[in-house]
């Protein structure tokens, strides 16, 4: 992979602000037009500001069918996000609103402040029937911008009153803020968080991840979790072959010695324009290794980039995944751990007062 003459921009992941052509949009070479009109009266940045939208949307329960996942349906507070993963495969989704999934998806977000409102009103109809809701499958529920807007809190004071389940994914330690909320839902059985570590390299991270909390503090939070009694998952993802691989086994190590009752992996994912922005990514802080990543990433997913297809997306194949699946398993045995299936409690589901109704019981 021949090395880009630019430098890395500093903060962020991704390396360029390119727009897809998948939905007709024009090719510019600058991220958007407010970024176009910026520069013309003041001149190139010196470092990218982050713009929050306030969007209020119709519904806020997102529901799908797909065989690959453990949830039906999910809530995300936040379109974009300021963490800046460069392998985030939501990422694309800024493609819909004719914004760059480079520098737009983590400059350029969207907030939901009526989510709360929108979840009560949903959990209050009279033939909603209660499965636990995943918080962060998409974009973080606990990046930076939650501090201000603390919606992601919101929405667990909604659950909490109605005793409904969820689970939380993120990759900040922020979740801690919230130890509350989450600790009381835990005793209740209504809660499981899981956090990704990504590496143990905080250097890495900091190219990987720029916005995101280092990995010193997410097994720190993941620690604090496990003493409040809060059923805790390790996620050892994305595994980067020939650059995050290296710390599979000591991240599953670290997760035992805390007491993280759960472990799992998941294998790079480079839906659409992930793709061509990781490449860029590699061009930039590792070219002397970027053939070499990209040809374990394609021969773990039948010689292409990335695999879309259902029943296969999260199952990598070949001579690579299958030493993968092996030192993880070796790892996890050693460790004494597995993954588990953390079993959430619908059961006590009660619909929520709404409209200023106080509840009789």
Request: charged share 25%; net charge positive.
């Given at each position: ?74 809530i ?64 973080d ?24 389940p ?30 990704s570590?990504?590496?143990l ?24 979790l ?11 993802a ?91 398993r ?23 007062a ?8």
């Amino acid at each position: 992979m021949e090395p880009t003459n630019e430098s890395p921009i500093s903060g962020r992941g991704a390396q360029s602000a390119s727009v897809p052509t998948r939905f007709g949009l024009a090719e510019r070479a600058v991220d958007g037009d407010w970024r176009d009109h910026m520069e013309a009266l003041d001149g190139p940045p010196t470092k990218l500001r982050t713009f929050v939208t306030e969007e209020k949307p119709r519904t806020i329960l997102s529901f799908n069918q797909s065989p690959d996942i453990f949830f039906d349906r999910s809530i995300n507070a936040y379109r974009g996000c300021e963490h800046g993963c460069v392998y985030c495969f939501a990422r694309p989704t800024h493609a819909y609103h004719d914004l760059s999934p480079g520098l737009d998806f983590e400059t350029r977000l969207f907030a939901k402040p009526n989510a709360a409102e929108l979840l009560r009103a949903t959990l209050a109809k009279p033939k909603y029937k209660p499965k636990p809701i995943a918080i962060g499958t998409n974009t973080d529920p606990y990046q930076p911008i939650e501090r201000q807007y603390r919606i992601t809190r919101q929405l667990l004071e909604v659950c909490l009153d109605a005793r409904h389940p969820v689970t939380i994914t993120t990759k900040s330690d922020r979740v801690i803020d919230d130890l509350d909320l989450i600790a009381d839902m835990a005793k209740r059985r209504l809660v499981a968080v899981a956090i990704s570590v990504t590496s143990l390299d905080p250097k890495l991270s900091g190219k990987l991840e720029p916005r995101a909390a280092s990995p010193a503090k997410r097994l720190s939070a993941l620690q604090k979790l496990v003493e409040a009694g809060v059923p805790t998952h390790c996620s050892v993802a994305p595994v980067i072959p020939a650059i995050t691989d290296e710390f599979m086994e000591e991240i599953v190590q670290r997760a035992s010695a805390i007491g993280v009752e759960s472990v799992g992996w998941i294998p790079l994912r480079l839906p659409h324009e992930v793709a061509p922005l990781f490449r860029e990514w590699l061009s930039v802080h590792y070219p002397e290794r970027g053939d070499k990543v990209m040809s374990i990433v394609r021969s773990i997913r039948a010689g292409k980039d990335n695999d879309p297809n259902f029943f296969t997306r999260l199952k990598p194949t070949g001579v690579w995944a299958d030493l993968f699946r092996a030192r993880f398993r070796v790892a996890c045995k050693r460790a004494g751990m597995s993954k588990a299936k953390f079993e959430l409690d619908c059961t006590q589901f009660r619909p929520p007062a709404v409209g200023g109704q106080l509840r009789l019981l």
